[in-house]
């Protein structure tokens, strides 16, 4: 709510126009969304082999597990939360077995975020050899002022080669429906995924910097080698870092132009969508233009002051025409779809929090097939959702929502 929400200064006219070249090909959604991203100074779209999308917990657990077993040189863990549960010892333990193979064992955790996972014994980490930091630690950082943003982004990179990425953190209810049930809940749902190739290169790059920044220590990695076009047989896609550390609004930027050019169909998915008026008009917009704009949550989420500001926005979006849908179990999946020429599937929601203040990481897919494996993960998942019906509000709940929308920074 006060003080400065970047950590880098902003970009002169001359500097910024120097990523402005335009980029080849047809005036299409993908060339708008890569010219923009170089205004922004993000790093080209670059190419990957391999996506698997994961269609479940037990599928993203797997893959995380072959992940790390498969490393021969380095596993670098960047998580919000990282918990002590059965999930989180696994990973523990796997971590300090390939400590005792030789291999370099990197994790970064956020600092709110490590008191959240119930307080895991870092330190036994750290005695068998595992590097592992907090992010900006609210009680211990030197960064004063800047306790308030947060590391949201969740990768896993092994050998600088393979990636993990997506909403899930490092915690029993994000992969095992075993652990939800014993709770008394019903199992969350979550999507990621995991590449191999150049853009993992990218992933690796952006790891550094929060390590960089977060344990004032630097490992030099091998810059990648980025393209516009894609080795034989290999996708594109960008990676979208977003937050503190970038002179932009990054996503925030993208989807508001994706959301304003969309012609056809937008589809969304967010565990709590609490979006600034700009926002919220460029998708009500879209919908009486026609685009077919249907939002996808979870009927009641973990965080029960978003789910009482969500609404004004999703009667403002009913009324234009845009479809909600209500799943009856906690969904935390994050992913924007746009005409099924773009999709950005990764760790930020669509509320304020995360477009402005956390560190996110998103990935632009731009090649068809993969974008629509991910569409149809999300009309899997929407098979046993209900459509949301908007009442009307007395005088004292517009009041009360009014207060929490002013404070949706904070939520």
């Given at each position: 709510?006060f003080?400065r929400r ?6 002169p006219v001359?500097e910024r126009n120097?990523f402005s ?7 299409t ?7 923009l991203?170089a205004t ?8 990957y ?7 479940d917990?037990?599928?993203?657990l797997?893959a995380?597990r072959?992940?790390?077993d498969?490393a021969?040189h380095?596993?670098?863990l960047?998580?919000f ?8 010892d696994e990973i523990?333990?796997s971590?300090?077995r390939?400590?005792?193979d ?18 895991p014994?870092f330190s036994?980490?750290r005695?068998e050899?595992?590097?592992?930091v907090l ?6 950082s030197?960064l004063?002022?800047r306790?308030n943003?947060?590391n949201?982004r969740k ?7 393979w990636?993990w ?11 095992e429906?075993?652990?939800a049930?014993r709770s008394g809940?019903l199992?969350?749902?979550d999507l990621s995924?995991?590449l191999q190739?150049?853009l ?7 790891f550094?910097q929060?390590w960089?920044?977060?344990s004032r220590?630097?490992?030099?990695v091998p ?9 034989a047989?290999?996708a ?8 503190p550390d970038?002179v932009?609004d990054?996503?925030?930027?993208l ?13 969304a ?9 700009t926002?919220l008009m460029?998708l009500?917009?879209?919908a009486?233009r026609g685009?077919?704009v ?10 029960r002051?978003?789910?009482l ?7 403002e979006?009913?009324a234009a ?5 209500f799943l009856?179990?906690?969904?935390h999946a994050?992913a924007?779809?746009?005409d099924e020429e773009?999709?950005?599937i990764?760790t930020a929601?669509l509320?304020?929090?995360s477009?402005f203040?956390n560190?996110?990481l998103?990935v632009a897919f ?5 974008i ?5 993960w ?5 098979d046993g959702?209900?459509?949301?019906q ?5 005088l004292w709940r517009?009041?009360a929502?009014?207060?929490l ?7």
């Open positions: 709510m003080g970047k950590v880098v200064s902003s970009r001359a120097q070249t335009r980029i080849p090909g047809a005036d959604l993908v060339s708008r969304t890569q010219q991203a922004m100074a993000l790093p080209a779209a670059s190419s082999h391999s996506l698997n999308v994961h269609e917990g037990a599928q993203a797997q995380l072959d992940m790390i498969g021969t380095t596993v670098d960047c998580t939360v990282f918990a002590h549960d059965g999930i989180g523990a333990q971590l300090k390939r400590v005792r030789g291999i370099r064992v990197r994790l970064l955790v956020d600092g709110v975020g490590a008191y959240l996972g119930g307080h014994d036994s980490l005695a050899g595992v590097q592992v992010f900006v630690p609210p009680l211990r030197s004063r002022g306790t943003l947060r949201h990768l896993v990179i092994a050998d600088g080669r990636m990425c997506g909403g899930r953190n490092l915690a029993a209810e994000y992969f429906a075993d652990a049930s809940r199992p969350w749902i995924f995991d190739g150049a993992a290169q990218q992933a690796q790059q952006q550094e929060d960089k920044f977060a220590d630097a490992f030099p810059s990648p080698a980025l393209s516009q076009a894609a080795p047989g290999e594109i896609g960008q990676l979208i870092a977003s937050g970038q932009d990054t996503l925030y930027t989807l508001l132009s994706g959301f304003f050019v969309s012609r056809r169909r937008i589809m998915v967010t565990p709590y969508f609490v979006p600034d008026p926002l460029s009500t917009l879209a009486r685009v077919a249907d939002l996808l949550m979870p009927k009641k989420s973990n965080h002051l978003a789910d500001a969500r609404h004004r926005a999703l009667r979006l009913t025409g845009a479809r909600v849908w009856p179990r906690m969904i994050k924007v779809i746009i773009l999709a950005l990764g929601n509320d304020e929090r477009l203040l560190y996110e998103m731009y090649a068809t097939t993969d629509q494996r991910f569409a149809q999300i009309e899997r998942q929407q959702a209900v459509a949301y908007a009442r009307p509000v007395g517009e009041i929502e009014g207060l929308i002013w404070l949706a920074f904070q939520l």
